[in-house]
């Protein structure tokens, strides 16, 4: 086992793979806690899909999540998102 509790055979497994989450589960508002993905990041996920609204959500306001979205993500150049 290694610090965090993962099998060797399972981290070098998790390091070659490409880890692919396509929901992150988060909420489609413009308040949503972004920080949170820092727990994929950290989990070694190589893409995660974020839903910015689906089909009982308007047009503008899948606009305004996805603005919110980008908005938080530009005030993080430096980080690996």
């Known amino acids: 086992m290694t610090d965090d509790g993962m099998t060797a055979r399972a981290k070098a497994l998790l390091e070659s793979a490409l880890v692919w989450d396509a929901h992150s589960g988060f909420a489609p508002?413009?308040?949503v806690d972004l920080n949170e993905l820092e727990r994929w990041r950290v989990g070694s996920v190589?893409?995660?899909s974020i839903n910015v609204g689906y089909d009982v959500f308007h047009?503008?306001?899948r606009s305004a999540n996805l603005a919110a979205?980008?908005?938080w993500l530009a005030l993080r150049p430096s980080s690996s998102y």
Do not use: Q
Request: aromatic residues 16%; charged residues 35%.
């Open 59 to 61: 047009g503008r306001t």
């Open 69 to 71: 979205f980008r908005h």
């Open 29 to 31: 508002t413009p308040e």
């Open 46 to 48: 190589d893409f995660l």
